[in-house]
């Protein structure tokens, strides 16, 4: 039986073969040091990102989208975000992105306007498997 494996293994490679990069050559880099983010930098990008989706909006714009929300919503029965601007016939301003929709549902929900009771799949483009979150408005 042979033993001394390392040394088998261990040869240098021949000129004009490729040698590929492996993680243990130092150049890749390891993906299990990086495989979790820490959890304050991750709330810190999602803050910064936060912030500047809502600063893209006036404050006018905020709170006829946010009342339209409320107004949409019922305290039993969870709706998306979506359906409860369509519920009550909002037209999306031009002006406003809408990926601000999202900003705008998680700030009534950090404020308690509003709890999260379930998810469903997106209907439409890229989120048609995604997670949609249904709202609830909160009971005064």
Same mark, same amino acid.
């Given at each position: 039986?042979?033993? *001394?494996?390392?040394?088998?293994?261990? $040869?240098?490679? @021949? @000129?004009?073969? %490729? $040698?590929?990069? &492996?993680?243990?050559? =130092?150049?890749? /880099? *390891? @993906?299990?040091?990086?495989?979790?983010?820490?959890?304050?930098?991750? !709330?810190?990008?999602?803050?910064? =990102?936060?912030?500047?989706?809502? *600063?893209?909006? &006036?404050? #006018? $714009?905020r709170a006829a989208i946010s009342n339209a929300i409320l107004s949409g919503l019922d %305290?039993? !029965?969870?709706?998306? %975000? !979506? *359906?409860?601007? /369509?519920?009550?016939?909002?037209?999306? @301003? /031009?002006?406003?992105?809408?990926?601000? +929709? =999202? /900003?705008?549902?998680?700030?009534?929900?950090? &404020?308690?306007?509003?709890? #999260?009771?379930?998810?469903?799949? =997106?209907?439409?483009?890229?989120?048609?498997?995604?997670?949609?979150?249904?709202? +609830?408005? %909160?009971?005064?």
């Open positions: 039986m042979n033993t *001394d494996l390392n040394n088998k293994w261990s $040869q240098p490679v @021949p @000129p004009g073969l %490729a $040698q590929y990069p &492996t993680i243990n050559s =130092g150049s890749i /880099a *390891d @993906p299990r040091g990086q495989a979790s983010p820490d959890p304050m930098q991750a !709330e810190q990008a999602r803050n910064v =990102g936060m912030a500047t989706v809502l *600063d893209t909006t &006036t404050s #006018e $714009q %305290a039993t !029965e969870g709706r998306r %975000a !979506e *359906d409860a601007l /369509a519920l009550v016939g909002f037209i999306w @301003p /031009a002006a406003v992105k809408p990926r601000s +929709l =999202g /900003a705008i549902v998680s700030r009534l929900a950090r &404020t308690g306007q509003i709890i #999260e009771c379930g998810w469903t799949k =997106g209907r439409l483009g890229r989120s048609h498997a995604g997670r949609v979150s249904l709202w +609830l408005r %909160a009971k005064p």
